[in-house]
T-cell receptor
Framework: GEDVEQSLFLSVREGDSSVINCTYT??????LYWYKQEPGAGLQLLTY?????DMKQDQRLTVLLNKKDKHLSLRIADTQTGDSAIYFC????????????FGKGTHLIIQP | NAGVTQTPKFQVLKTGQSMTLQCAQD?????MYWYRQDPGMGLRLIYY???????DKGEVPNGYNVSRLNKREFSLRLESAAPSQTSVYFC????????????FGDGTRLSIL
């Protein structure tokens, strides 16, 4: 069955880089997403990557995909207090209109 | 720009009561989704509607029914609420298919006593 795994917590110092990791099991996954959830809010799409790509960069965000190991990571450069949130990795097998399969989310904690 | 609107934002029910959660989107999206979010569990898909007139079960459909009233609206009904259904419920919509992202509402926080 489909499964997406993430560490529950990550603590980093303000100004450092944050690296949030995710592993997935469905080899048919076509698109992989990173969503951000701030307290009391819905989910905000950060970025996504197609399964035939290795890397995608968007300003402070870098996504790396190792398809062989089914490992996805999100790097946030120069982490700020506003980056404090829960980050969800999600996949959409087959790339259709079926629902997303989410990981349990990683709480990013920023230390001053 | 409203996007995905969910009502109500908060609700407290007694065990056995019924309730309908409303969701509407104004982006002319074809697909709509209901998820529940529980602490430490991430989001799990309850039901979805890939297009107007169709609905399909997701990972955790038991205890719920849905209605795709028209292209804009997708409602979630709890016929006989149970404490295990205490959760935050999110509605989402998608224009057509991946990689277009799903757009999420702000959630409905539901407590069943």
């Amino acid at each position: 069955g489909e499964d997406v795994e993430q560490s529950l917590f990550l603590s980093v110092r303000e100004g450092d880089s944050s690296v949030i990791n995710c592993t997935y099991t469905d080899s048919s996954s076509t698109y992989l997403y990173w969503y951000k959830q701030e307290p009391g809010a819905g989910l905000q799409l950060l970025t996504y990557i197609f399964s035939n790509m290795d890397m995608k960069q968007d300003q402070r965000l870098t996504v790396l995909l190792n398809k062989k190991d089914k490992h996805l990571s999100l790097r946030i450069a120069d982490t700020q207090t506003g980056d404090s949130a829960i980050y969800f990795c999600a996949e959409t097998p087959g790339g259709g209109a079926d629902g997303l399969t989410f990981g349990k989310g990683t709480h990013l904690i920023i230390q001053p | 720009n409203a996007g995905v609107t969910q009502t109500p934002k908060f609700q407290v029910l007694k065990t056995g009561q019924s309730m309908t959660l409303q969701c509407a989107q104004d982006m002319n999206h074809n697909s709509m989704y209901w998820y529940r979010q529980d602490p430490g569990m991430g989001l799990r898909l309850i039901y979805y509607s890939a297009s107007e007139g169709t609905t399909d079960k997701g990972e955790v459909p038991n205890g719920y029914n849905v209605s795709r009233l028209n292209k804009r609206e997708f409602s979630l009904r709890l016929e006989s609420a149970a404490p295990s259904q205490t959760s935050v419920y999110f509605c989402a919509s998608l224009r057509d298919r991946a990689p277009q992202p799903q757009h999420f509402g702000d959630g409905t926080r539901l407590s069943i006593l």
